[in-house]
Nanobody, 128 residues
Framework: QVQLVESGGGLEQPGGSLRLSCTAS????????VAWFRQAPGKEREFVNA????????YYPDSMKGRFTVSRDNALGTVYLQMNNLEPADTAVYSC?????????????????????WGQGTQVTVSS
């Protein structure tokens, strides 16, 4: 069966950086668009960014541009989320999700229903 696994989370100081990774078994991840979502306790799930299957297109809400970057290395079967200049408000569980839609032509990339498979998430805590 399909499994997505996130790694790279942990404790980081404000202003620091982390790089999360997403890998998959049961599917060829390079054939899927992949998104990152985050959810803090008591908060709604929030779309972070996404990348098309071939890596040509990336999708960001305006609030996420600048500090967070999504990329992928399809030869390694891995999608990354580079997080820089971290703030305490970035503390959340970060999950990756894969969609059979290879690239998006509208805002559907922000919808959880667009994604067929989800990882369990990795905790990111930003604190002094």
């Amino acid at each position: 069966q399909v499994q997505l696994v996130e790694s790279g989370g942990g404790l980081e100081q404000p202003g620091g950086s982390l790089r999360l990774s997403c890998t998959a078994s049961g599917i060829r991840l390079s054939a899927y668009s992949v998104a990152w979502f985050r959810q803090a306790p008591g908060k709604e799930r929030e779309f972070v960014n996404a990348i098309s299957s071939n890596g040509v297109y990336t999708y960001y809400p305006d609030s996420m541009k600048g500090r967070f970057t999504v990329s992928r290395d399809n030869a390694l079967g891995t999608v990354y989320l580079q997080m820089n200049n971290l703030e305490p408000a970035d503390t959340a569980v970060y999950s990756c999700a894969a969609s059979r839609i290879s690239s998006f032509t509208n805002d559907y990339y922000r919808a959880t229903q667009a994604y067929d498979y989800w990882g369990q998430g990795t905790q990111v805590t930003v604190s002094s």
